[in-house]
């Protein structure tokens, strides 16, 4: 099935959790985009506030695994940074493609397809609108609980 | 530039930029114990053909309280902790973190320790010019960048090649 590209107007967040940011020392590691088939969520298909309670029943395990945050991007300024890509001033301009991959649980995913350099990586860190993580209402707590039970006992099932 | 604060709630998180000077959610971990960490390779000469699954107390003393925590909270990923895809860490990639550190510790401030879901260990600092400088390490081999003279590339992981590493590292 072909995939269909995100158009670049729209713009894209991307989940970030506490192995990718130090936030004692607030430092960014370049695996947010390094990639590849970097998971973004389109804020056309679905608002920020909609996106955190996926990204929490989805990503958030604590005390070890968190989600943090959310940077936001516009496709067409993340293609940009690809295609004036310099790296030590020799342009290397490099192809992002962001395409639409709906999941079951989050119909607004999508992926940067192609890996991209650590430098690049960086580059698009600083560019991002950030966004920090809300409390994380009472009724995730307990569907994700549900949840986890579940999974429990068709495990103890089988 | 307005810092990112974990009171925000829904529909009112600001927009903003990075790069603050802003302790942000400077106590967000205060709550968390650290574990007890042993180790058995503290003065010895690290054997690097082993898995490492603790951190020696040199690597402790060089990553700091805030890195040996984040450290303990990585070995507690589980398979597929990355939308399905990430891997645990791998005591591999905690051995060639621990051979780079025996050789190597002039770090103008603690480093800060994160983990990718390909189960590798990175380390970030900055040098004293403030350029971003990180590592990734691999099983066979460590990934680097180096923000001051925008180079990227990989060594192996022979002490040779480690060693003239960290000597290229120490001179910028």
Sequence with gaps: ?158 | MTAITIEDRFGSSDKVKLKNDTDIWGNYFSGNSIGLLRSGLSGEVFDTTKAADTLSEKAQQILGENGVQRYEQFKLYVAGWDSGDGQVLSSHSTAILEKFLNTFDSFPDEPSIFFTRNGNLQLGWEDLQSNVLELEFFPDKIEYYIASNDKEGEVDTSQDSIARFCDMLTSL
């Design chain 1, 1 to 158: 099935m072909e995939s269909k590209l995100c158009d670049g107007d729209e713009r894209v967040v991307r989940a970030i959790r506490s192995s990718d940011w130090d936030c004692k020392k607030q430092r960014w590691s370049s695996n947010l985009f390094t990639g590849p088939d970097t998971s973004v969520s389109r804020l056309k298909i679905l608002e920020l506030k909609k996106l955190f309670i996926i990204f929490f029943r989805q990503l958030h395990k604590p005390p070890a695994h968190e989600v943090l945050a959310a940077g936001e991007i516009e496709v067409n300024h993340l293609q940009k940074l690809g295609n004036e890509f310099r790296p030590n001033g020799k342009p290397d301009p490099r192809v992002i493609t962001v395409i639409e991959k709906k999941l079951k649980d989050n119909p607004a995913h999508a992926e940067i397809r192609e890996r991209l350099p650590r430098s690049l990586s960086h580059k698009i860190i600083e560019e991002l609108e950030m966004h920090s993580a809300p409390s994380i209402p009472w009724w995730v707590k307990i569907t994700k609980r549900v949840d986890e039970i579940i999974k429990l006992l068709k495990g103890s099932r089988n």
